[in-house]
Structures are given as structure tokens and as C-alpha cells.
């Protein structure tokens, strides 16, 4: 039964990308008290920053990989 299936689009990739970096933005204004500050991030933030950056010159999805699927 395929109702619960659908392809995963780039634009839905962007869209959760854009939540996390949200995300990322109001963690470290709630951690320094300043959303723009000069605090260094933490190694965690620095993770989830460079891990959610792309090429916007390579294919979408990257050759190998058998996504985008979700269901």
C-alpha cells in the first residue's frame, strides 16, 4: 500500500535545512544572550553548521545515494 509513501524533493531537504539553522540560531542566542555575538560556537555548533552547508553547484541528491525517499 503506497499512501504513506512520496518522494522526498530538494525543497523539502532545503525546508528541514532552514528549520535546523533556525534552530541552531536561537540555541546559541538563548546560550551567549545575543543572536549575532561574538561567542565561538560550540564544537556541537559547529557541527550542525558546516554538516547542513552544500554545494548548490552539485547534483541533488549526490550520485550514490538512494535517497531522497521518506515513508
Request: glycine share 12%.
Amino acid at each position: 500500500m503506497g499512501i504513506f509513501r512520496r518522494s522526498e524533493t530538494k525543497q523539502h531537504d532545503d525546508d528541514r535545512t532552514y528549520r535546523l539553522l533556525d534552530g541552531l540560531e536561537t540555541a546559541y542566542a538563548v546560550r551567549t544572550g545575543d543572536p549575532c555575538g561574538e561567542e565561538e560556537l560550540t564544537p556541537f555548533e559547529e557541527v550542525v553548521l558546516f554538516g547542513v552547508g552544500y554545494d548548490q553547484a552539485q547534483p541533488y541528491p549526490p550520485a550514490g545515494h538512494t535517497y531522497p525517499k521518506r515513508g
